[in-house]
């Protein structure tokens, strides 16, 4: 078969399978599919976006494939390109999300020779399902997680044709109904909600009355019975002893508190999912289940119990914030007015690190119903590629507003994402950085400890001393610099296409101030 016909072939077979959106980084061998995508696109049948940087396009399309949950194809041409998804790719593969990686490749002749471009491309992402013909792709994506399609494209690889794309209907594949385990009461339960848990941990929890354990990019927490400052909970509070039963749901991985939970092996622990979601080894206390169910409403009595010592915890927080900031200027006060910024049908996009974590210890429960999206890479939990992966979300999304918190070290790492030609479609998205000049998370850690100071500055916190507005200017992207106590009226402003707003932070007493949080719940708990 010709490159062209291959390329035509292709575009069909990714509108039967509801292909909405593709991302393509240019190059030589992908001539063919390049013409293809363009000629689909101009057809309203396939929305393009080009990036030249095969590792921002990755994550573009993992953006747009986490916030649609439909597949999103990245193609690139041969060579090193095909390396640069790899991230993107793991990222997808932890995290499960449809991502498509379609490669372009010189034909099987050319292997083990010094051609240009020429290397072996087949299998390149360990343990991700692979087809190397058109006919082998809905096999490869079924799935349910991310592929990789490599074509070899002989010469010619342009042809002057008027493309055409038949559809076909499409068809979606009906999926089983599980039948739930219903679980007894008893025992002293908790529902633990991880990353992409989306609602059934809530629905679980509010129907047996049992405390919601969820982080904040589960989709969970929402509801009266959603405990805030449960990480400071599981640490200090007697009642983490008193758990004899965890419901785990998504992906939990945000803080030590709760994999240390999960990692009991004296409780019963049933984990709607599988072990590739499920922290550690899954020892003999451990279930592995699809669903589950409450037979009825257990004793609210444990619940208040949660929720009451929630409040005080919720109150001593509070109180060191202010202590710190009478004007709300510490870093938890920042996540705080992010949270309290997304409105109804909102999307926020959370990078690694901090401000995940920030947020995690201050986001108040949203309002069930309301449908605010909060989303982050947590496959991995990397730095790399988030700028994308937010901007990717918010062309994805119709949001009401739309909103990525990151820290500069993620910004830098990734102000390539910010790289768009000046036709290609973007969103409407308010990027804010907490800038503290470095990786104020390792200060919270290990690293962190006194006799690790000599050398911290250099090795952990690795300060760049970078202009994030020079940056900007340069990308062709509106900045400015707002104080922690206006960045509520700045993220009020209605905003079109994208934009960066630079808070700038101090991370000197980073470690102090989460030791004095964690110390101030603590005394409150022991005082009860």
């Given at each position: 078969?010709?490159?062209?016909?291959?390329a035509?072939?292709?575009?069909?077979?990714l509108?039967?399978?509801d292909?909405?959106?593709?991302?393509?980084?240019?190059g030589?061998?992908?001539?063919?599919?390049a013409?293809?995508?363009?000629?689909a696109?101009?057809?309203?049948?396939?929305?393009?976006h080009?990036?030249?940087?095969?590792?921002?396009?990755?994550?573009?399309?993992?953006?747009?494939?986490k916030?649609?949950?439909?597949?999103?194809?990245?193609?690139?041409?041969?060579?090193?390109?095909?390396?640069?998804?790899?991230?993107?790719m793991l990222?997808?593969?932890?995290?499960?999300?449809?991502?498509?990686?379609?490669t372009?490749?010189?034909?099987?002749?050319?292997r083990?020779?010094?051609?240009n471009?020429?290397?072996?491309?087949?299998?390149?992402?360990?343990?991700i399902?692979?087809?190397?013909?058109?006919?082998?792709?809905?096999?490869?994506l079924s799935?349910?997680g991310?592929?990789?399609?490599n074509?070899?494209?002989?010469e010619?690889l342009?042809?002057?044709?008027?493309?055409?794309f038949?559809?076909?209907?499409?068809v979606?594949?009906?999926?089983?109904?599980?039948?739930p385990?219903?679980?007894a009461?008893?025992?002293?339960?908790?529902?633990m909600?991880?990353?992409d848990?989306?609602?059934?941990?809530?629905?679980?929890?509010?129907d047996?009355?049992?405390?919601?354990l969820?982080?904040?990019?589960s989709?969970?927490?929402?509801?009266?019975g959603?405990?805030v400052?449960?990480r400071l909970?599981?640490?200090?509070?007697?009642?983490a002893?008193?758990?004899?039963?965890?419901v785990?749901?998504?992906?939990?991985?945000?803080?030590?508190?709760?994999?240390?939970?999960?990692?009991?092996?004296?409780?019963?622990?049933?984990?709607?999912g599988?072990?590739g979601?499920?922290?550690h080894?899954?020892?003999?206390?451990?279930r592995?289940?699809d669903?589950?169910?409450?037979?009825?409403?257990?004793?609210?009595?444990?619940?208040?119990?949660?929720?009451?010592?929630?409040r005080?915890?919720?109150a001593?927080?509070?109180?060191?914030?202010?202590?710190h900031?009478?004007?709300?200027?510490?870093p938890?006060?920042?996540a705080?007015?992010?949270?309290?910024?997304?409105?109804?049908?909102?999307?926020?996009f959370?990078?690694?690190s901090?401000?995940i974590?920030d947020?995690?210890?201050?986001?108040?429960?949203?309002t069930?119903g309301?449908?605010?999206?909060?989303?982050?890479n947590?496959?991995?939990?990397?730095?790399?590629?988030v700028?994308?992966?937010?901007?990717?979300?918010?062309?994805?999304?119709?949001?009401?507003?739309a909103i990525?918190y990151?820290?500069?070290?993620?910004?830098?790492?990734g102000?390539n994402g910010?790289?768009i030609?000046?036709?290609?479609p973007?969103?409407?998205?308010?990027?804010?950085?907490?800038?503290?000049?470095?990786?104020s998370?390792f200060?919270?850690?290990e690293?962190?400890?006194?006799?690790?100071?000599?050398t911290?500055?250099?090795?952990?916190?690795?300060?760049?001393?970078?202009?994030?507005?020079?940056?900007?200017?340069?990308y062709?992207?509106?900045?400015?610099v707002?104080?922690?106590s206006?960045l509520?009226?700045?993220?009020?402003?209605s905003?079109?296409?994208?934009?960066?707003?630079?808070?700038?932070?101090?991370?000197?007493?980073r470690?102090?101030?989460?030791e004095?949080?964690?110390?101030a719940?603590?005394?409150?708990?022991?005082?009860r």
């Amino acid at each position: 078969m010709s490159s062209t016909r291959t390329a035509r072939s292709l575009i069909i077979e990714l509108l039967n399978l509801d292909v909405r959106e593709a991302v393509l980084s240019p190059g030589s061998r992908s001539g063919p599919l390049a013409l293809a995508l363009a000629a689909a696109d101009e057809a309203g049948l396939i929305r393009l976006h080009v990036r030249i940087d095969e590792r921002e396009a990755g994550f573009l399309a993992l953006g747009l494939a986490k916030a649609s949950r439909r597949v999103v194809p990245a193609f690139t041409t041969s060579g090193t390109a095909v390396a640069n998804l790899h991230p993107a790719m793991l990222e997808a593969q932890h995290a499960c999300v449809p991502l498509l990686a379609i490669t372009a490749d010189r034909p099987a002749r050319l292997r083990g020779t010094g051609a240009n471009q020429t290397t072996d491309q087949r299998r390149i992402f360990p343990g991700i399902a692979y087809a190397d013909s058109v006919k082998g792709l809905a096999e490869a994506l079924s799935p349910g997680g991310p592929a990789h399609l490599n074509l070899e494209l002989d010469e010619p690889l342009l042809e002057a044709i008027e493309w055409d794309f038949p559809q076909t209907s499409v068809v979606g594949s009906a999926r089983a109904e599980v039948e739930p385990e219903a679980l007894a009461f008893g025992p002293r339960t908790v529902v633990m909600a991880g990353d992409d848990a989306r609602q059934p941990p809530r629905i679980l929890a509010r129907d047996a009355g049992w405390p919601l354990l969820a982080e904040p990019s589960s989709g969970s927490r929402n509801g009266e019975g959603a405990v805030v400052a449960y990480r400071l909970l599981l640490a200090h509070s007697p009642l983490a002893g008193q758990i004899e039963r965890v419901v785990s749901f998504g992906h939990s991985t945000l803080s030590r508190p709760v994999t240390s939970l999960l990692g009991r092996a004296d409780i019963e622990i049933i984990h709607v999912g599988s072990q590739g979601t499920f922290p550690h080894p899954a020892g003999p206390n451990v279930r592995f289940v699809d669903a589950v169910a409450a037979e009825g409403s257990d004793d609210r009595s444990w619940l208040e119990s949660w929720l009451d010592a929630d409040r005080l915890a919720g109150a001593a927080i509070d109180a060191v914030l202010r202590a710190h900031s009478l004007d709300g200027t510490t870093p938890y006060d920042v996540a705080r007015t992010i949270s309290e910024s997304v409105p109804p049908e909102g999307l926020l996009f959370v990078g690694s690190s901090n401000p995940i974590r920030d947020l995690d210890l201050v986001a108040r429960p949203y309002t069930v119903g309301e449908r605010r999206l909060i989303i982050a890479n947590r496959g991995l939990a990397g730095i790399d590629g988030v700028l994308s992966t937010a901007i990717g979300a918010a062309l994805a999304r119709n949001s009401s507003r739309a909103i990525a918190y990151v820290g500069d070290l993620t910004f830098l790492h990734g102000s390539n994402g910010l790289l768009i030609g000046p036709g290609e479609p973007r969103p409407d998205l308010t990027i804010v950085v907490a800038s503290d000049d470095g990786g104020s998370i390792f200060s919270t850690l290990e690293q962190g400890a006194p006799e690790f100071a000599a050398t911290f500055e250099r090795v952990f916190a690795a300060p760049t001393g970078a202009d994030i507005g020079d940056l900007c200017r340069g990308y062709g992207i509106p900045h400015r610099v707002v104080a922690p106590s206006a960045l509520a009226v700045a993220l009020e402003e209605s905003a079109t296409g994208i934009r960066v707003i630079e808070v700038p932070l101090e991370r000197g007493s980073r470690r102090v101030l989460a030791e004095e949080l964690s110390t101030a719940v603590r005394d409150v708990l022991a005082a009860r």
